[in-house]
């Protein structure tokens, strides 16, 4: 099934960059694979897919060592939720990407806790870009001060923007906010930041961002099924 669904969703990606003039190839997929197990990451591995986020710092790194130790290579794993301050040694020491910087002190601490032998962390500054009161990241008139800063510490490297906007109503509202998104991008990349990475869209709105710019989205139900999340205590 999950092997099904990696093909129905890269096509639904193909389709997308088709209408939008776009070639194909210039939108990667991320398999979101929190509360998901290992397994379910073998499986999409060995249907071809390599880039894998999670939300959940622990959860992450489980399944990062577990995999490592039964030999699945070239994994590229992307820490793809709000990441807390206390939070960023296991992310530094165990992820290839991290999309949830919205603040300098989590930069600074990614950056000191980074292991020398490891490549720089490749990462993005969240932009609440349409306000959302309950989420995260930087607001858009704060995003170049931060980038900037983010851009000049050591052991990381500023790749891009990341954006989780409310649910739109419909197709055009969808692609108005992800436009708001990729003209700070454009914006950024004119104060001499070379920028290369949108990450936006998700399972019911990646037709929308790959119209507006996008060229990474996170897809997770659409490739390994509903989610069940344990019951609060």
Known sequence: MISANLQAVQARIE????????PKGSVQLLAVSKTFDAEAVRQAWSAGQRAFGENYVQE???KVQQLLAAGLAGIEWHCIGPLQSNKTRPVAEHFDWVHTVDRLKVAQRLSEQRPPELPPLQVCVQVNVDGGP???GVLPEQALELA???????????????CIPEPAPDFASACAVFGRARAL???LNVQGLALDTLSMGMSDDLEAAVASGSTLVRVGSAIFGTRHYPAPA
């Open 60 to 62: 992450g790194v489980e």
């Open 134 to 136: 309950n989420k995260s």
């Open 148 to 162: 900037q800063a983010v851009a000049a510490l050591p052991r990381l490297r500023l790749r891009g923007l990341m």
């Open 185 to 187: 991008f454009d914006a």
């Open 15 to 22: 389709l997308a960059c088709a209408r939008a003039g776009r």
